[in-house]
Every structure is written in structure tokens, then in C-alpha cells.
């Protein structure tokens, strides 16, 4: 590995998806995002906003229309770039929709020992049922007997998670994409799957790109770590995800963050005043000119509707908005 590279890079990231009725959406505007050896990454965003999209490019399954990605610093859409292979093994996927993803007709036995097999990290199906056995264990599908030989339609979705988040780790990955891996999880089961994913962050040092529209969990799942807030494709504010939360500088941010019920039950009691102009989204197709926040932005001013801001530095991280220095501090 290259010393000085990043684990993934995506620099100047565009991409643009052509329409069915001719329309065409940009899903991706100059997205520059990178994720160190054992980093914590979370992107975040209302729906629609592209965190999808970065996290399929990330993965080497969309090509971005242009822009570069760099996994230990060598370009994989370059000639020569040995892939899938390298990041079919060094970058893997955890998916929302656990039941779409592992194979239905496959028990949790058969889904786990054939990547295990395939890549020769055990000799037979013998030393496969030990080691299946132990992971099951480490995620705390136990008795193991009772899990081993079900289907994935014979788990809760909690449960397909974890088997989820096995085969992830499985290869040993550098990185894994978690794309939503809790939107679809009952609440009770929620916190330990972040659990679980932090441990492994922790006990193997594998990177995480974590994908969601939950700053709550955002927060939770990555103290330490950075964020990255996009709107309508854009990156709005990214820094610290504790710099970031405690004292968001957009409005983009501190709207999303006044949205969050309050701990303290007293005040979760009293009505959220979500300082934002409107509530609609802008369509993708047809975005504001400007700053594409603009239409829902109390603060905006003339040149938001005229140019484009540019993500700079302010307070210990980056924002894209030209009234910066005027956005009055976050209460909530
Ligand atoms: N293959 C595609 N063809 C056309 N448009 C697409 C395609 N994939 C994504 N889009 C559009 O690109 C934009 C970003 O989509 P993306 O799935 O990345 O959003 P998201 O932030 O992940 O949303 P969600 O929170 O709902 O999952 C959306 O407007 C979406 O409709
Ligand atoms: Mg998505």
C-alpha cells in the first residue's frame, strides 16, 4: 500500500443519470470524500440527496461520469486496476434490505462457508462448520445449532443482519459500505447491530462508510469519527462528526438537528420549530440556481440565488454557504 494515499478517495465526483422521459438528474456534484485505514466515515442526508450513489461508487459498482476513485491510492476504473478482484475482497457491502441480499434458497451455513471455501480460508467443509460456528457465536446468534441450518425467511431481520455483517467482515476486508444497514431493523435491535459494527471497527480496524438519514445513529455509531452532509448531491458541511453536531455551521445541519426528538422528555414534550422556509424538496431534475439550499433557506440573501458556494474552511471544518459568518449559533 502506498504510504501517503488514503484507503478510498473520491475526488471531483460527478455523476449524472439520463432519465427515461430525456431528463437528465445530476446525483453527484464535485463530491470529494476520503476514508482512511480504520476511519469512521458517515454521510448524511435526506432522501434523495445521493448518499447511495457515493456509497455504489465507493464500492466500484456505478462508474462516476467523472471524477476519480482511488483505493490505496490506485485509480480502479484505470486500466490495469486488478478489479473486482481487489475490490470485490477489500471493499464489502452491508445492505438495509438484509432479506434481498442473502440468497433465500441458501441456509446461513451455505451462504457463510462459500466465500470461506472459495477464497481458502479453511481446507473443508469440516474446518468451514468450526469457523461458521465461531462467528455466529461472536455476533450473539447463539444457540448456534438453532441458527446454523435456517434460512434467512426463518430470521428476524435483526438477526439476517448480523449474518449480513458476517459475510461482510468475512474476507477481511479494508472497508465496508453500510448503506442503511438499520433503517429496516426494529428499534430494540438497532443499537447492538451499531454495536456490532463498531466492535469490529475496534477489534479488526476496518474502515466504515455508514450511510443513513438518522443523525441520532450518526452520532452514536461514530464519536470519534467524520461526517459528511449532503443536500441535493451536494456536500453542504463536512468536519468532525462531534465538531459538527454540538455546533452545526449550515442550516442545512442545524435544521436536520433541531428534527431530532429532544433526550430530555420535558422537552421532548414541546413543539420542533425546524427553522427552514419550506419543507419540499427541490426536484433533482430541476435544481435552484445558486445555492441549491436556497428556496428553504431562512438566511439566504441575493447572491445564494446567483452563485454557487464553494465548500470552504470555517470553524475547524468545511461549508458550503456564503452567509456563513452571519448564520446565528445552533440552539435547540
Ligand atoms: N440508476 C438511476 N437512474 C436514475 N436516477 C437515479 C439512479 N440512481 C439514483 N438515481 C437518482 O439519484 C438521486 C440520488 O439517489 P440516491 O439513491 O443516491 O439517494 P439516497 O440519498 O441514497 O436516497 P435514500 O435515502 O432514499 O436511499 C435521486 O434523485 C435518485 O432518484
Ligand atoms: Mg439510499
Known amino acids: 500500500m502506498n504510504k501517503q494515499s488514503s484507503l478510498l478517495k473520491l475526488e471531483n465526483i460527478n455523476m449524472y443519470f439520463k432519465l427515461k422521459n430525456g431528463d437528465e438528474l445530476q446525483a453527484s456534484h464535485n463530491v470529494n470524500l476520503k476514508i482512511d485505514n480504520g476511519e469512521m466515515v458517515v454521510v448524511v442526508g435526506e432522501s434523495g440527496c445521493g448518499k447511495s450513489t457515493v456509497g455504489k461508487m465507493s464500492l466500484g459498482v456505478l462508474k462516476p461520469s467523472c471524477g476519480t476513485i482511488s483505493l490505496d491510492g490506485q485509480d480502479i476504473w484505470q486500466k490495469g486496476f486488478k478489479w473486482p478482484a481487489k475490490l470485490r475482497t477489500e471493499v464489502q457491502v452491508v445492505h438495509q434490505d438484509s432479506f434481498s441480499s442473502l440468497n433465500p434458497v441458501k441456509t446461513i451455513f451455505q451462504t457463510l462457508s462459500a466465500p470461506l471455501l472459495r477464497h481458502k480460508l479453511v481446507k473443508n467443509k469440516k474446518e468451514a462448520l468450526v469457523k461458521i460456528n465461531e462467528l455466529l457465536y461472536s455476533v450473539d446468534l447463539t444457540p448456534v445449532e438453532y441458527f446454523i441450518h435456517k434460512y434467512p425467511f426463518q430470521l428476524s431481520g435483526g438477526q439476517r443482519q448480523r449474518v449480513s455483517i ?18 429496516a431493523v426494529d428499534a430494540s435491535s438497532r443499537l447492538s447491530i451499531l ?44 468536519g468532525k462528526i462531534k465538531d459538527c453536531i454540538s455546533g452545526p455551521a449550515h442550516p442545512y445541519l442545524q435544521a436536520l438537528l433541531t428534527a431530532i426528538p429532544h433526550s430530555d422528555p420535558q422537552k421532548a414534550k414541546e413543539p420542533i420549530k425546524i427553522p427552514l422556509k419550506s419543507f419540499d424538496m427541490p426536484k433533482a431534475t430541476h435544481p435552484p440556481s445558486g445555492c441549491v439550499f436556497n428556496p428553504r433557506c431562512l438566511y439566504a440573501t441575493d447572491i445564494c440565488t446567483k452563485e454557487v458556494p464553494l465548500l470552504e474552511k470555517y470553524r475547524g471544518r468545511q461549508i458550503a454557504c456564503h452567509n456563513k459568518e452571519d448564520i446565528p449559533g445552533f440552539k435547540k
Do not use: C, Q, W
Open 195 to 238: 454495536d456490532l459494527m463498531k466492535g469490529i471497527n475496534k477489534k479488526h480496524g476496518i474502515a466504515f462508510l455508514y450511510i443513513t438519514h438518522d443523525l441520532a445513529t450518526a452520532r452514536y455509531f461514530a464519536p470519534e469519527g467524520r461526517i459528511v452532509v449532503m443536500y441535493l448531491g451536494r456536500v453542504v458541511e463536512t
Open 166 to 183: 458476517i459475510r461482510a467482515t468475512i474476507l477481511k476486508p479494508k472497508l465496508i459500505v453500510a448503506d442503511e444497514p438499520v433503517s
